[in-house]
């Protein structure tokens, strides 16, 4: 290919030796093609790859569509993430050059971890956060300046257990307070602690509240709290 290339007076932008393309190929591409951009590509498990498929998901919108029709302030998502007391990427500062070690304080060097509930509607309403601290025992001091009506419960994990979402979803009602001419859609993912939580599923038949689980290792596309929140 190259020799033909080259006889017919046609300059190729390939490494000969290597057989690959080089920065004037890319470049030509590039400019050929303006509608592809260079990009960070995202981690997705192949678990995931292989879930999010269209089975899977057109049957959760016929789920969706088989339901009474609910308003837009009606229909909820909720969703934990955790956040960490030590962050990921670390402020830079100035420092002497040529100094082997530059530390900086935190709470630990891994950091701790802390669950937080988000949940909020289609229409923009927010139900106060929900906060799951890693301590055996409480420590009201670590609540000083949390947002109107946020939640604390304190777990030696911090992470989402199952009657500690059951708590959660008492906040919820507390927030939402759903009943038989006005009722509740709440949209989930998968986890044990919601879909296999029988006081929860329970509670929610007996206060109005149509739970809906995203099918599984489809909430990184699915579910508006990671999509576009």
């Not at 909720?78 to 304080?105: F, H, N």
């Not at 596309?221 to 990671?226: E, H, V």
């Amino acid at each position: 290919a190259y020799q033909l290339a080259e006889r017919n007076g046609i300059k190729h932008c390939f490494n000969v030796e290597s057989g690959v393309a080089g920065k004037r190929w890319l470049s030509g591409f590039m400019d050929r093609h303006p509608e592809i951009s260079i990009r960070s590509p995202e981690p997705t498990s192949l678990a995931r790859a292989r879930g999010f498929n269209k089975t899977s998901v057109l049957k959760f919108y016929e789920i969706l569509d088989s339901l009474p029709q609910f308003p837009c302030c009606r229909i909820f998502n909720v969703d934990e993430t955790g956040v960490t007391t030590t962050g990921k990427v670390p402020s830079k500062i100035l420092a002497r050059k040529g100094k082997k070690q530059v530390g900086i304080l935190s709470s630990a060097e891994r950091g701790e971890l802390s669950t937080v509930v988000a949940c909020m509607s289609a229409g923009g309403n927010f139900i106060p956060p929900f906060i799951i601290l890693p301590r055996a025992r409480q420590n009201l001091a670590l609540t000083d300046g949390a947002p109107p009506g946020t939640k604390f419960v304190f777990h030696r994990s911090g992470w989402m257990q199952a009657e500690i979402f059951t708590g959660w979803f008492d906040h919820f009602l507390l927030h939402t307070k759903p009943n038989e001419h006005d009722p509740v859609l709440l949209i989930l993912d998968g986890h044990n602690s919601h879909t296999r939580n029988l006081d929860f599923l329970k509670k929610a038949k007996e206060s109005h509240v149509t739970v809906v689980s995203i099918p599984q290792h489809c909430s990184h596309r699915l579910q508006p709290l990671d999509v576009s929140f």
